[in-house]
């Protein structure tokens, strides 16, 4: 098992930044890749970045790219994603999830933590 949190949400104007963390406990967590997803209100969810178990590889969804960045440090089994020049379209919960593989599913995933962009 492994267990997720978020943190670091809130509510932030057009154009900040913010960088919200997802801290993991229970397994090895340098063993699993980590997603960062979104969900807003009335939308599907949908991934905005990923990053691999050792934190080499990175992707981006095109609605964030350039803008957001991930990174993790497994020492402290944790992994961050730096939120930069905010839209009022990226206002949604944001969710952390860790997956065994790349393409993997994912089988855990954290509570989720709300970012609001007001315009």
């Known amino acids: 098992q492994v267990q997720l949190v978020e943190s670091g949400g809130g509510l932030v104007q057009a154009g900040d930044s913010l960088s919200i963390s997802c801290a993991a406990s229970g397994r090895t967590f340098s063993n699993y890749a980590v997603g960062w997803f979104r969900q807003a209100p009335g939308k599907e969810r949908e991934v905005v970045a990923r990053?691999?178990?050792?934190?080499?590889?990175?992707s981006y969804a095109d609605a964030v790219k350039g803008r957001f960045t991930v990174s993790r440090d497994n020492n402290k089994n944790t992994v961050y994603l730096q939120m930069d020049s905010l839209k009022p379209e990226d206002t949604a919960v944001y969710y952390c999830?860790?997956?065994?593989?790349?393409?993997?599913?994912?089988?855990?995933w954290g509570q989720g933590t709300q970012v609001t962009v007001s315009s």
């Open positions: 990053i691999s178990r050792s934190g080499d590889r990175t």
């Open positions: 999830a860790a997956s065994r593989a790349w393409f993997g599913e994912y089988d855990y």
